[in-house]
């Protein structure tokens, strides 16, 4: 399926293999810990949604669906934020689980007894084990990683599919088709 | 009050030419134009608020405000925005009236039945026409104003001005006080 | 590879479902198109980044990694980004090449004499017709599709990983590494 | 200059409040601070503008001015921010001096070299104590204050008159004008 039989350009190289690192990371996942999170996340009167930097952003996009799906959502450092509540849900991305404000964010949410979701690449981290449940990403390590996939591109890109994924389970869950949430879609100008 | 009898710096002449030139804007403000304003704030189910540029960041400030006195605010174009209802108030700040996007949202909310809200420094727009409730900022022109107030100082600087004070009825509307505020002040890391 | 023979879960499905259809998707792009965006990319003196709701968000995590190449990029719509001139690059991603803000935009900056990447999954909208360089992506549609991945997913999550190889063909255009990266990491609190 | 000799509104009431109080701030603050924050600002090779909640509203409201000016400015936590150089400004807008991101910002930011701007309401404040630059915003409290100007509204508003008024010192400082200004006015569709 490749152009031709000639080495594959770095293009060719990084998409297929972000998306075999990823398809393996996301097989790695205890179903179990995706049911849990779902139902919380489909329970919850409503969801906070964290990151810095780009899993911030990879938060954004999940925020967005769901409003879409009929949800309340937010994410923690916009205008409108309110404050997080009992049984609310926190869903925070930490690729390593280090940064101060993601930790803090955590210690804040448990102490205001909401259910923290996390999603990182560091079962490990401090910020794993304050977690109700934890989505832990795995991805073995090899020399071509660094030139194809620098930094957190795996951790994101995992984040990215499996937060699309969990969308397609919400759906179900909450009985909403693409039609109704095309009707929630927001004015984009 | 001024540090000396010499001739004021650019900042103490410019931070008084702006503090000046809003409060007389303000002033020329109908005063019933801000008590239909304030009661459909004070209604709305939702209000969302829209601005471009600069004037869009003002507008964010506003809607973090809303939120903290207990009502439901949305900014258009944030991740988390969910669709306008009928009813719903939206709130245009807008300095010329003139921005594409300003216009389309007005006309979007319009048709779906929302309440429309436009601040803008242009009672002539179109803007201004298609809105149900205007507050018209009146700026005079002179040679300083270039200097001290450049592009839409003045009206951001108003805008703000406005706003709180708007915030100001609000709380006494719907019985809240800054503690009321303060506990729905969101998490910030 | 799946945890058991039987029906495997909307999570397990979508997310395979994302991955394959994406991996389609992305081998049937030209290869002359991405080298030609990769040499303008590589050598423009800023690019800028635009994109409406989610397409936006993950326009917003490319225009991170351009920053983090050494290269200089802007996000349209952020505060600090400054106007276009001519040479430089503007890369739009687009589903369905509709938003009147990404026609506009692009109508505004190919009068600029700017050049146009258009990232978007209508190859035959008005967006396509108008830019440099198309990258036009094509998911075959089935009935799985809008339970799997509503409404922009597919389009997203390639976009995504298109961007993400894109990185890996700059960082051998520009002889970086993901070291040289990690030392323009911005401040992330 | 009210419309009648009764009670003025809330609205009427904090607007001229606000006014009052930001102007006493503003007439508090040491010349000479300015003048340095000016100097600084003026022949930093890039200046970062971080603040936490509507501070950082309104400091991207001044990013959004210095790039006008012809300047190179960034809002910490934007998409495109690059890292922070031996000699760059560093503007922090602070009320209370207290926020962990804040602080974390700063103490980064000292550590790298970089020339650090506080604008805060507490000059005892840690944040305080770390700057190069400190312009520290005292207001009066009475009883008024919580309902005319709640929370932070003193401090954010004297925030936005005082970073409109360094605006105008630049220009003087840079020799530019309100139409040199419009020519970088970025696209706002």
Same mark, same amino acid.
């Given at each position: 399926?490749? $152009? ?5 350009? $770095?293009?060719?190289? +990084?998409?297929?293999? *972000? +998306? =075999? ?5 996301? =097989?790695?996942?205890? $179903? ?8 919380? !996340? #489909?329970? #919850? ?10 899993? %911030? ?10 409003? /879409? ?13 309110? *404050? ?15 940064? /101060?404000?993601? *930790? /803090? ?7 205001? %007894? ?12 401090? !910020? ?9 990403? /795995?991805?073995?390590? =090899?020399? =071509?990683?660094?030139?194809?996939? $620098? ?8 984040? !990215? ?25 927001? *004015?984009?100008?």
């Amino acid at each position: 399926m490749t $152009p031709d039989a000639v080495e594959p350009s $770095p293009f060719v190289r +990084a998409q297929r293999y *972000i +998306a =075999d690192r990823v398809t393996e990371a996301l =097989d790695r996942l205890d $179903p179990a810990a995706i049911t849990t999170a779902v139902d919380l !996340l #489909a329970r #919850a009167p409503a969801t906070f949604v964290y990151g810095a930097g780009r899993s %911030g952003i990879i938060g954004r996009a999940f925020a967005t669906r769901l409003v /879409q799906i009929g949800l309340t959502a937010y994410v923690i450092g916009e205008s409108v934020t309110p *404050i997080v509540h009992r049984g609310d849900a926190v869903f925070i991305l930490s690729g390593r689980g280090e940064s /101060q404000s993601s *930790i /803090q964010t955590a210690n804040i949410v448990r102490r205001e %007894g909401a259910e923290l979701i996390v999603l990182t690449g560091r079962a490990t981290s401090k !910020l794993a084990h304050i977690s109700t449940v934890l989505l832990p990403l /795995q991805f073995s390590e =090899d020399p =071509d990683r660094p030139r194809l996939a $620098p930094l957190g591109t795996l951790f994101e890109s995992a984040s !990215l599919r499996l937060t699309d994924a969990v969308v397609a389970e919400l759906l179900r869950a909450r009985g909403e088709t693409e039609e109704s949430m095309r009707r929630r879609h927001a *004015i984009i100008v």
